[in-house]
């Protein structure tokens, strides 16, 4: 059971985790809040700066940048990418070792969530962010996904109490699916078949990697099913709110979302019994030490910089990007519990393992090169636009 619980606890330990293109809102037909680039590294001119050209001219650009990342250097990208991995394959390792000690994967997602809010309480203190004017509408979406947050970790917890871990692993590594099931049907987003390919060996390698003891109630396979759509909801909800909604930084969208999900999930540890159990079972008979305590308090502060770095990354390169990225680190933590834990692995588990990296590879040159024929279409356009502006003046 405690096994059960770690993978509980890995799969939703995070504000925007279980993880591109985030279609921007147009005007007149030009996107905003992007920008053209000349390279992959430098933007050269503002999109304000495009978008007041095709006003003033009359002049439509036809490119649609549906890519919420697009003007991100590559560079920039992969740091966060970088860090987002590091602290995400850190925690999962860690989780496995505080949760021998304390089984209660509700609680310990409702220490991360305070550990979250004490930690940007203290950063707005010390003038990090300011707060922005938000209205009761906007206040009421929060809510709403912070539901989201809790009941994505609500429908986990459940579908492993129905499926076998490798089921759940691999129903999961569909999320990407998901994710540009969204696109395209809630924002017209198109992508290029070498992504849609790229995906194929991303996905199919996670089942590999992972093979084992598949089974599954009828109940358990659309609960577990339902669980990967509600990951993919939420990353792209959580991009969204950062880039076309409310327009938060990933500071004050954790800050103002930590205390929901604290209190959301204690409530559904107490439902659960976690409280009860861990009052008799922790509290009661004194199994609580310096140690565990340690463990706990670093545990929380480890959480609350991956939701940062996680709620940062979403932003900079894409809902779908985060979970192919998901996929991916699933694959590393195999690999490092095959290693730390003297696993056993057979060859198709080496199999998956390559065939997730290699697919990671090939979705990342896949989203380069549609970048920069993006970036080609938008200065053909632009030229366009400043040839006019300058037979207006002439």
Known sequence: MSLIQSFAFAQAQTFGDSPTPTPFQTRSGSPVNGAPVHSMEQASITMATLDRLAETHEKQVSVSVTDGSATVPTTTKLKYLV????????????????????????????????????GTHVLLSRGFFTLSHLSSHDNFILHVFSVLYSLNIAISNVSLALVTIPFHQVVRATTPVFVI????AMFDATYPIETYCSL???????????????YATVTGFFVTLLGAALAAVKTVVTNRLQTAGLHL?????LHRMAPLAMLQTFVAAWVHGEVAACRRNVLLKG??????CTMLVANGAIA???????????????ALTMTVAANVKQILTTVLSFMVWKMEIGWLNVVGIVMTLLGGAW??????AKKAAR???????????TEVAAEDKS
């Open 181 to 184: 099931a969204i696109y395209r």
């Open 363 to 368: 979705y990342s040159k896949a989203e380069m």
């Open 287 to 292: 199994n609580i030490d310096g140690t565990l």
């Open 304 to 318: 609350f910089g991956l939701n940062l770095i996680s709620f940062s990354a979403n932003k900079k390169v894409g």
């Open 83 to 118: 860090i987002y991995f590091a602290f995400n394959l850190g925690l999962t390792l860690f989780n496995k070792a505080v949760m021998i000690k304390f089984p209660y994967p509700f609680l310990l997602t409702t220490l991360h969530a305070c550990c979250s809010s004490i």
């Open 249 to 253: 930084n990933a500071i004050e969208l």
């Open 200 to 214: 194929i060996p991303v996905i199919a390698g996670v089942g590999l990697a992972t093979y084992g003891d598949y």
């Open 375 to 385: 970036e080609e279409v938008v200065l053909a356009e632009l030229e366009g636009i």
